[in-house]
């Protein structure tokens, strides 16, 4: 049989016991198994020789940087190759080993048994191509190549903190399933294994935790802006505001995220004589997506909130309390290729949460004409509980138990803005104004919480989040209309996680 150019053979080779000849030239491949073989001479000059399984040939020569390629069932009890006769390796030539199993991966394998062996020192290390997942020492004797195969640790496999932390749990879990546990043996690029391994992780950088408090912060911005819609019935007054935000993080000692979300509130407070008193109901949705593959989490969250607000002689103060209780959904996709087949594994999870917030600020406005100043300090406080769940559908090898985990942030602003007016005289014969804010946002205390999960009846990992990082905020309002009609609408960016997070806001009001 003689294979040359680009052509390749896959399956079973029957030679039938006799003398034959096997030549394997240019890039083409033979990937199977042999049989009847023990007659047969295999010159590879430049191609891939890849033989599953064991067998017994009479000589073998590899030359032209041509790859042996040797699937090792165990350890050094059996040797994969046997050639009765003379193996020779050319300067360039390579080994590939495949490994079928985690179990008997490590340890010293017996990759060929020669007659005689000649050219052993054209293969070394380097030549040697393992799983990713390995590392292999390969030496040789007179009459065999041998190959001691190790696993690489965390900073080998160029894993983060997170990778790291569940990586142990993660290859006790492939056991479970031998497709899922071919795929990370037949992974022989370290970008490709992490990708993999990430895929088999839980929500756990913070995105969740950013997803519900964002959307929330965003809308409960309303009562610091005392020129936002609003519309008086005298007594009592309503408005109707709302939010999309998105920000995201970059892959560091966790994963990264992508989250994106939208709400819409409804608040409405009557007047008195030491401040107006109001409450109002939300509801916002919001999607944490993984940086670097497939898997999300989204969340609905229905929220109520009380209020306190007033202003007096340019002095302008607000609280408020908000407590939201939310349902999350979280999605986990495992895709692969594993030999002929692909692996698209769907493994969801269920769980809620309660979100509850407390927020003050106390600002003045001062103003010249037209032209006002507004410096402000503002508190803020969330606490997330987050219950555990069980997920289904990826079977024994991919879905995970999580335990239930608490963040919370208590962050102080200070800020200045710098508005604008300009139009007809006042409200009722038509105006417009033009705002904009700067400072910063200093988170004082509060954490994100651990993620504890494990794979069935597997040990548990813990996943620590990186924490929240402080930074500057900037925001441009405007608002334009008369007493009739008015529209307004907020565009804040804030700096976090090294990354630029922004919300914008828009209220309206019609009068009736």
Do not use: C
């Not at 989490?297 to 340019?314: I, K, N, P």
């Not at 300090?377 to 090898?397: H, P, S, W």
Request: no cysteine.
């Amino acid at each position: 049989m003689t294979l040359a150019g680009t052509s390749k053979f896959t399956g079973l080779a029957d030679f039938g016991g006799g003398t034959d000849t096997l030549t394997i030239g240019g890039t083409s491949v033979f990937s199977g198994r042999l049989a009847n073989a023990q007659g047969l001479s295999v010159a590879v000059n430049g191609g891939t020789f890849d033989v599953g399984g064991a067998a017994t040939i009479s000589s073998l020569a590899v030359t032209d940087k041509g790859v042996l390629g040797v699937t090792l069932d165990g350890g050094s009890s059996g040797t994969a190759i046997q050639v009765t006769g003379n193996a020779s390796f050319g300067a360039d030539s390579k080994l590939a080993l495949r490994l079928t199993s985690l179990d008997n991966a490590e340890g010293q394998h017996i990759v060929l048994t020669a007659g005689t062996l000649t050219g052993a020192n054209n293969l070394t290390t380097s030549s040697t191509l393992l799983p990713f997942l390995y590392k292999g020492t390969l030496t040789s004797n007179a009459t065999q190549l041998i190959v001691d195969v190790s696993r690489k640790n965390v900073t080998e496999l160029g894993l983060n903190r997170s990778e790291g932390s569940a990586f142990d749990a993660v290859i006790d879990a492939l056991a479970a399933d031998e497709d899922i546990e071919q795929v990370f043996l037949d992974i022989t690029d370290g970008a490709q294994f992490r990708n993999q391994l990430g895929q088999m992780l839980p929500e756990h950088e913070g995105g969740v935790f950013e997803t519900v408090t964002s959307g929330s912060r965003a809308l409960g911005r309303y009562l610091m802006d005392p020129n936002a819609p609003f519309q008086d019935e005298g007594k009592w007054g309503y408005w109707i505001n709302q939010a999309v935000w998105g920000t995201s993080k970059s892959i560091g000692d966790t994963a990264g995220y992508d989250v994106t979300g939208w709400g819409v509130s409804l608040g409405a407070e009557i007047k008195t004589d030491v401040g107006n008193f109001g409450g109002s109901v939300a509801y916002l949705s919001g999607k944490d997506g993984n940086a670097s593959n497939a898997n999300e989490v989204s969340s609905s969250q229905f929220e109520g909130a009380l209020h306190w607000r007033l202003r007096s002689d340019g002095w302008m103060a607000s609280a408020r309390v908000s407590g939201a209780p939310i349902s999350f959904k979280g999605t986990r996709l495992f895709q692969a290729e594993a030999g002929a087949e692909d692996i698209n594994e769907t493994i969801r999870g269920k769980w809620d949460g309660t979100l509850w917030s407390a927020s003050g600020s106390l600002a003045h406005d001062g103003r010249l004409g037209g032209l006002s100043v507004r410096p402000m300090v503002a508190v803020d406080y969330y606490k997330l509980k987050e219950d555990g769940y069980t997920e289904t559908g990826g079977g024994d090898a991919l879905d995970l138990t999580v335990l239930s985990r608490d963040s919370d942030e208590l962050a102080v602003s200070g800020t200045v803005a710098v508005g604008l007016d300009f139009g007809g005289a006042d409200e009722y014969d038509g105006w417009t104004r033009f705002e904009i804010e700067g400072g910063r946002r200093q988170i004082v205390g509060g954490s994100l919480g651990t993620t504890t999960a494990s794979f069935k009846d597997g040990t548990p990992f813990t996943l620590t989040p990186d924490d929240r990082t402080s930074g500057w905020v900037g925001r441009i309002r405007g608002i334009a209309g008369n007493s009739a009609f008015q529209v307004g609408g907020e565009l804040s960016a804030e700096e976090q996680q090294s990354h630029v997070a922004w919300a914008f806001r828009a209220s309206l009001k019609v009068g009736l």
